[in-house]
């Protein structure tokens, strides 16, 4: 497929993020062409502070993209939407899209998207963030009605840092948590690399494995009525679908590729018919 023609997914994402845009830029490639935004650098602020200074800048970080006109976008830090509750997010997320002229989903919003298009009511959170933020991750999951039955938190050496997690770390501390096999995991954090782990933790057992960019990714390919169980969609998508014995939402009308109005109208058409490669 030519990459003129295929559909835009903008990224926003922080600025110190190293795994969002390539996990992303994989899972939907070349489905999508991936353009990124990133949030301006908040010296002197906390953590905290700079997750509620992106929910106030965001407007301004999506107006950044200008000309480039997007078939969705993506906010790819899923601790400041923990500040606000699912209602608010959505209401946050409906105003960008009308800003954007396309539909904008947090991160968050497309793992409770995708849990509940896989059936995953009870979910295993699998953290690597301070436990103030572990915290509001677990309420936003409740209020959004989820069922957090367990919590496994995940420490880069002996700190909470989901930029230095490593597989290795990643993969030892779940299976000391020794959990069930037919569990389903919730890795949240955008920014830690989840790829080889996943490969690692679901070999061999019919755990439901959910990340923040694979939720994402399965978003987005659903919003321009792209299964995840389609031929060319990247096989963590697929295995997903598989395992689940279910898949994305079928199309509506309203959001299948070259309808009146849908995201990509004009370039989407040949998405369905990209390849992948299989890793």
């Known amino acids: 497929m030519a990459l003129h023609s295929a559909p835009r997914l903008g990224v926003v994402v922080p600025s110190g993020n190293a795994a969002a845009e390539p996990e992303i ?51 790819s830090c899923t601790g400041s939407h923990y500040l606000l509750t699912p209602e608010g997010d959505r209401a946050l997320c409906a105003e960008l899209s009308e800003q954007v002229g396309a539909p904008v989903r947090s991160a968050a919003l497309a793992i409770l998207d995708t849990a509940r298009a896989v059936g995953a009511e009870r979910l295993v959170l699998v953290s690597p963030y301070e436990p103030w933020l572990t915290e509001l ?11 957090v039955d367990r919590v496994v938190k995940i420490r880069a050496g002996a700190r909470f840092s989901p930029y230095d997690v490593t597989t290795e770390e990643l993969v030892a501390q779940v299976r000391e948590a020794e959990l069930p096999e037919d569990a389903a995991l919730l ?36 919003a321009l009525g792209l299964p995840a169980e389609g031929p060319d969609a990247h096989p963590l998508l697929r295995r997903l679908a598989e395992r689940t014995a279910t898949g994305a939402a079928a199309p509506t009308a309203s959001t299948a590729p070259g309808a009146p109005g849908a995201p990509g109208a004009d370039r989407g058409a040949e998405a369905g018919a990209a390849a992948v490669a299989v890793p």
């Open 25 to 75: 830029g994989g899972l939907v490639s070349p489905a999508f062409n991936v353009h990124t935004a990133r949030f301006p650098v908040l010296p002197g602020k906390d953590l905290r502070g700079r997750l509620a200074t992106y929910n106030d800048v965001l407007p301004d970080v999506l107006a950044s993209f200008g000309g480039l006109r997007l078939d969705a976008a993506v906010v």
């Open 187 to 222: 890795f949240t954090g955008t920014g830690m690399f989840t790829f080889d782990a996943l490969a690692e933790l679901g070999r061999d057992n019919g755990r439901t494995l959910l990340t923040s960019n694979l939720a994402s990714a399965w978003w987005a390919r659903d």
């Open 137 to 147: 991750s677990h309420a936003y999951w409740e209020s959004a009605g989820l069922t």
